[in-house]
């Protein structure tokens, strides 16, 4: 039960972080709408993510709970695939193809970059 409740708040938390973030006046850029809000969002989650799970690997003494409130809970609440999808389906349908596909593409390469980099920052 104390497992389910670290994730409910981390999510929580993450979500409250990224409903913020939604509110910032850079959220889109251009005239396609390119979707800035979330690209940072999604990039600064996974490496953030990269960090815990590289801190885990390397050793370090982390509690399970704290653990899971900052991965599946805080990281899962604070990114979003969901509307990653709607807006790189958004973009299509507004006529803009080439756009989303710099954006799916920026965000896979980046978001894995981030890991990586997350990986290095903490071994």
Known sequence: MLDCL???A???LGSLARYFISLAPFKSVGDAGFPLA???TNIVGAFVIGLI???VAAGHELD???VLFLKVGVCGGF???STFALESVGLVQRGEPLVAVVYVML???LGMGAVVLAQQVAA
């Open 6 to 8: 670290a994730v409910c």
């Open 64 to 66: 399970s709970r704290l």
């Open 10 to 12: 981390g999510g929580a």
């Open 53 to 55: 799970v590289a801190t």
């Open 38 to 40: 979330t690209l940072v």
């Open 79 to 81: 990114t979003t695939f």
């Open 107 to 109: 965000s896979a390469g």
